[in-house]
């Protein structure tokens, strides 16, 4: 071994000290946290690690910035072995990977190509940050550290390159190596054994002092962003944590603090990138509001920084000063997060289906919504009455509650308490139960199955409000109590299928629902309506005539939490003569009503309404009807209509209302 071998052991163990030394206070802090299972379902989360972690599929979403984010990072997994054929050469003179035979040759070659593109892509994400300024990476008090990183990552990719040019010219490269951007740098520089020298100590030297920086930058997601994508949410995303309010000893519910949240919260608030896309889509930020899911993020890791040392301070019996006290004394919402950007929130999920490293935003904004209404009652005035109709109603709206079935009648609709044989449990809803609007799909979708003989009945004034808005604006006392008389009505009834028009409703009792013993199988309408389209029980007219163009708003809590996109679609296609314009924002990528989370008892004081904003997207596409499938989005989407004053032509049904006047018989 030679002087250099010893230098760089010596080099190697002191930056290897002080990693593992960072990596044991980070973990230490998480364990400060609340315990969640998130280590089952072990093919699922590595089959999810390879799509989104390693294959980069939500990065991709965005057409420019995804490529190039995904360029560098397939080239920093090609060039980990760099870094190990570094460490080797360290440790003694010659030593590589060349022993590897044809696979060295095809990992040089791919090394070669992979320092080109980072090099390609730094100064594409150089060009974007600094020249072009796009908006959401225009971060106050990021600009500095942002092009800090971006810059050592070109020179790190750069020394390689050059090192392994040097290499060539010496005759040093192994046997098996292939390097033709290299090579061709070699014979265009006079590289020789100092440059080479210089270059390996750059680019070994770079690489442990950004592997020691992560842990106190916003790029800590280089290490933690492949773990916080295997430990993320396996199937609905938005399944929030059932409290038990029996239990004894608990003085608190929802987040007040760190320590309320889950460890893989505090994981989310490490492996945030910063990059923005998440508050980019978000609807309350896009229309005014201060709502930015981003900073929702970062205000938390500010927090965990802040207060996890001094308690593990105190852990140790270390008393602490003055300053570290007022630290300690702080609030987690007021302090750091805003209580008004809590409410802000619609729950969509936007940001959550846009974030590349999985971070769950709306269950963290959920939990602190809780604490501020079960331990503050902190809380918009105009919810109070939605909570208090729900609590003595069963419904967020002043209606009695023997009202509920009296839209059946003359429909010949029955309820379970009548007869209880049947194959479908319908799930009205309030909404669909109360609203005049919405009362109208309800009669359509009953129709509908009364046309097809489908055996289904109503729970009419045993329903009660499924505790939706209840749930999502954080009284999970009210939701808690409201999901378990339904759940006992249901179950005495034996009901096995239920349908609903509500996404709320469909969502809550498809996913929510099973942590209270609530196991069904649960549909929205227009799944089964294509159910009933597909086995013939009813029959769409083939000779209707030219109908105009229509236009369809995607429901968030029945696609993107869901994922259903098709069913309605596939119905307003076998229409004839219906020509369906796709809105620009549609899909997974479509823009929140406005109503979700509870918003739809509050009022928007800030900004422009989500709804307006949404219904001009929908009026821009030309179409003379809007599909709907959503009772909240039809109010939402009805009144941005008559605020843009085209109520007088254009039309807003729902999919069953529009599939019912197409039928070949009724």
């Not at 984010?69 to 080239?75: E, L, M, R, T």
């Not at 003989?453 to 109503?458: E, G, L, Q, S, T």
């Amino acid at each position: 071994m030679h002087i250099k071998n010893y230098i760089f052991l010596l080099v190697l163990a002191i930056a290897g000290g002080i990693f593992a030394k960072n990596a044991r206070r980070l973990i230490s802090y998480l364990q400060l946290a609340k315990p969640d299972i998130r280590w089952d379902r072990i093919p699922e989360r590595l089959m999810q690690t390879f799509l989104v972690g390693f294959a980069q599929t939500k990065i991709l979403r965005d057409k420019t910035a995804g490529p190039i984010h995904a360029g560098i990072f397939w080239g920093f997994m090609i060039l980990l072995g760099s870094a190990v054929e570094a460490v080797l050469e360290g440790i003694h003179d010659g030593w590589s990977l060349n022993f590897l035979g044809p696979v060295y040759s095809v990992w040089t070659v791919l090394t070669d190509v992979f320092c080109l593109l980072i090099i390609l892509g730094v100064l594409a994400s150089l060009w974007r940050r600094y020249v072009s300024k796009v908006k959401r990476l225009q971060v106050e008090g990021e600009k500095v550290e942002a092009g800090a990183i971006l810059l050592t990552i070109f020179g790190i990719v750069t020394a390689l390159l050059l090192q392994n040019s040097a290499k060539i010219n010496l005759g040093m490269d192994g046997s098996w190596a292939v390097r033709p951007v290299a090579a061709m740098v070699g014979h265009s520089l006079p590289l020789g054994e100092v440059s080479y020298e210089v270059f390996w100590w750059m680019h070994i030297v770079l690489i442990l002092c950004f592997t020691n920086y992560l842990p106190f930058s916003k790029h800590l997601h280089v290490l933690t962003s492949i773990p916080n994508v295997f430990f993320s949410k396996l199937g609905p995303n938005n399944v929030l944590p059932a409290i038990n309010f029996e239990e004894e000893g608990v003085e608190k519910f929802g987040v007040v603090d760190i320590e309320d949240f889950s460890w893989k919260t505090i994981l989310d608030s490490y492996t945030c990138t910063h990059c923005g896309r998440c508050t980019s889509v978000c609807p309350a930020n896009q229309t005014g509001k201060i709502l930015d899911p981003r900073g929702i993020i970062v205000a938390i890791h500010d927090r965990v920084m802040d207060k996890a040392p001094l308690v593990m301070k105190q852990k140790a019996g270390i008393e602490l000063t003055a300053d570290e006290q007022t630290i300690m004394d702080k609030k987690l919402i007021g302090d750091y997060v805003s209580v008004e950007a809590l409410w802000d929130c619609t729950t969509c999920g936007a940001c959550m289906q846009e974030c590349p490293v999985n971070i769950e935003h709306v269950p963290a904004i959920v939990g602190m919504r809780r604490s501020l209404v079960m331990m503050e009652a902190n809380f918009p005035p105009e919810v109070q009455p939605a909570y208090s109709n729900m609590e003595n109603n069963a419904t967020p709206w002043a209606f009695s509650p023997s009202e509920r079935a009296d839209w059946t009648e003359g429909t010949g609709v029955q309820t379970v308490a009548e007869n209880p044989e049947m194959d479908v449990l319908f799930w009205v809803g309030c909404a669909g139960s109360y609203d005049d609007r919405a009362k109208k799909t309800t009669k359509a979708f009953a129709e509908l199955m009364q046309i097809a003989n489908v055996n289904f009945k109503i729970l009419g004034t045993e329903e009660r409000c499924t505790g939706d808005p209840a749930r999502r604006s954080g009284n999970e006392y009210l939701a808690d109590m409201l999901t378990k008389m339904n759940v006992e009505t249901m179950n005495t009834y034996n009901v096995k299928t239920i349908v609903t028009t509500c996404p709320h409703c469909f969502n809550t009792l498809k996913n929510d629902y099973p942590q209270f013993g609530g196991n069904y199988e649960v549909m929205h309408h227009t799944q089964y309506i294509r159910d009933m389209i597909d086995s013939k029980k009813l029959v769409i007219d083939k000779n209707k005539v030219s109908q105009g163009a229509i236009t369809y708003h995607d429901s968030c809590y029945l696609g993107r939490y869901n994922e259903e996109y098709e069913a309605p679609r596939a119905t307003l296609s076998d229409i004839p003569g219906l020509t369906v314009l796709e809105v620009k924002r549609s899909g997974d990528k479509g823009l929140c009503c406005g109503a979700g989370g509870g918003r739809m008892f509050m009022e928007e004081t800030v900004g422009r309404r989500v709804n307006e904003v949404r219904t001009e997207e929908l009026l821009a596409t030309g179409a003379t009807t809007i599909a709907l499938n959503c009772p909240f989005c039809t109010t939402m989407i009805t009144d941005g209509v008559k605020a843009a004053e085209r109520i007088d032509d254009v039309q807003i049904k729902d999919i069953s209302e529009i599939l019912l006047e197409n039928l070949a018989s009724r």
